[in-house]
């Protein structure tokens, strides 16, 4: 040790030779642990990007037919047409199309190469969730499955949201989770100086607040995020006044980042929020994925004969289930606003569910096991939709077709995309993210409870709002994955102490022995 190190150390442990080995043994340890953090992020870091580039130079880019939707916004912006998404549709996800097209090209190729890049960053946090939650290995677990996950790699190569809103709602969490650690203390090896500054427990915290609201302004089912973590705060913080302070913190970041658009789609859609599709997501619910509402007049008959109007066009295309025709039709013949057709579809759907509470429940109970357990995946069905989807002719150099060299490559891209398929161990999932869940009973643990409702109560929301959409699953896929670790680690634990407690195999002291001598 140096002269300045041992000046810094008692008297008494200057003297001692113990000590300073002492000493060292910590110092080691720690740069020991910060070794190996360095090289799990590189093996990771590794894995998912040569599996990402392995997969995207052999698969065209995926598209559904909502991708125009979030497109034409982000392409209209770059050639000076302005940037006017459609009501439901929050603007970051074609803000960043828009970016990714401007400065690399017009080709949807290198956005999925980009989208794949930010794929490695979710791995990555899904690596320092699992650390702060149940410790390195799992988090190495969690994001090893993460990088090879074919739903979570598949997803990052569509055009649409998702991908995006993944690694910013991972952020979030991670940033959440270690404004809570430093808050608490724990562990001690990351607490931060105050230096005349706002503590870091609540920068961290603050943080969160505003990666949730970019993630917000990605799907707004992040608000639900937030909620989530301002209500399990206080139970997390052993004081009231850095929750109290935590919470406004979040909270204030993510108005400055949701608020001005909110405000602009006041003043120009007519409604504050971050964005509509509440309404056309009831309509898909009550007419596609479930046929046996009654969607007829109460009694007494509408007074509104703009709802009456609308209800009557409801049951035609309930007929069809398609709750896109129906916003459509409702816009069109009856000459409403966006916003209007939203608060018509709400109010109908809601007065449907209304009259059939327990037919609601139990189908949004059966879609929510659903939603969790997933499909495989079906890379078939990825690769062709294109064929059929027509796009705006100012977009439509930028349909994807798959070349010859791609087609000849689907059996590889199939195989790198089921290498680990979570649909294929879903009730092992389930068992292990449950135990993984519990752990948070634990005092010590319970930010890993409060993980498990974000992903309980975000699959909950999308069955009770939607209905079945597998790609609404895929961004919780990580923290799935860290639950299980967590909870497989449990179970390797409880083994492996009443392995130790079972006398098999254990010497029994016999009479010419010392020990039988004593006795």
Known sequence: MSAAELSGLPATARRRPGAADARLAILRDALAGRRGTLVAVAALGLVALLVRLAFTFRAPP????????????????????GFA????????YSLFVGGVLGAFGEDLRVLMLVQHLVGVGTVLLTYGIGRLL??????????????????????????????????????GVLAYLAGVARERGLPARIRGSQDGRAPRGMRWLALAGALLGLAALTRPLAQL????????????????????LGGLAML?????????WMVRNQAIQGTFAIAGGSGEGLGVRTIRYEQRFDFREPPGGDQDRLLARARKIYRDEAQDGSAFELARRLREELGVSEVEAERLMRTIAVQAIERQPGYYLAGTADMLVKTFVGRPVRLRQDWLPWRNIAWDARVQHLLPQPTAVEDRSFAAAERLATVYD????APLLAVLGVLGALRGLERSRRPALVVGLLVAGLLLAGAALIGIEWRYRFPLDPLINLLAAGGLL??????????????????????????????
């Not at 998404?85 to 970051?92: A, E, N, T």
């Not at 979570?152 to 809103?165: D, K, N, R």
């Open 422 to 425: 979570p649909a294929r161990a």
């Open 490 to 519: 449990l179970l390797v634990s409880l083994v492996r102490t009443g392995w130790r407690r079972v006398p098999l195999g254990r010497a029994r002291p016999s009479a010419a022995s010392p020990a039988g001598a004593a006795s």
């Open 62 to 81: 995926f598209v559904t037919n909502d991708s125009l939707s979030y497109l034409l916004p982000g392409f209209d912006l770059i050639h000076g047409a």
């Open 252 to 260: 204030a970041l993510f108005g400055v980042a949701a608020v001005p």
């Open 225 to 244: 995020a937030l909620a989530l973590f301002l209500v399990a705060l206080p139970l997390l913080l052993p004081r009231w006044r850095p929750a109290l």
């Open 85 to 92: 998404p459609i009501l439901k549709r929050p603007p970051l």
């Open 134 to 171: 149940f410790g390195p290995t799992a988090g190495f677990i969690g994001a090893l499955l993460t990088a090879l996950s074919g739903p979570v790699i598949v997803t990052e190569h569509y055009l649409m949201s998702e991908g995006l809103f993944t690694v910013l709602l991972l952020a």
